[in-house]
């Protein structure tokens, strides 16, 4: 059973720093791409970043450059988020995703649909 419990998620000043974390079981790690999803109130879930474990390649949405990076622990079947000079519209519930089906070159797989399982989610609150 695929199984995501994501962490790291709390209360931060604007400007400051969180890195969010997934922990990932259940199934062939190498094998699957990781999404990290968030939705703030009242807002619809977005895709942000993607890990593809098969070569380690990464994505970022554009918005988040610079200030969003994705990484992975393959011995620890982790992935991670870091986030910096955070601000208050950042402030959403923070989920990671995970599938391993197989996907067009060039596709980033972002949409709700594209991932089969979901972790329960971790708030991140920005205050100003």
């Not at 962490?7 to 990781?34: E, K, N, P, W």
């Not at 923070?94 to 399982?117: K, N």
């Not at 979901?118 to 991140?124: A, D, K, L, N, R």
């Amino acid at each position: 059973e695929v199984q995501l419990v994501e962490s790291g998620g709390g209360l931060v000043q604007a400007g400051g720093s969180l890195r969010l974390s997934c922990a990932a079981s259940g199934f062939t790690f190498d094998a699957y791409y990781i999404g990290w999803f968030r939705q703030a109130p009242g807002k619809e879930r977005e895709g942000i970043s993607v890990l593809f474990n098969k070569d380690g390649s990464t994505y970022v949405t554009d918005s988040l450059k610079g200030r969003f990076t994705i990484s992975r622990n393959n011995a620890k079947n982790m992935i991670y988020l870091r986030m910096n000079s955070l601000k208050s519209e950042d402030t959403a519930v923070y989920y990671c995703a995970a599938d391993a089906r197989i996907r067009p070159t060039g596709y980033v797989p972002l949409r709700i649909e594209d991932y089969g399982a979901w972790g329960q989610g971790t708030q991140v609150t920005v205050s100003p």
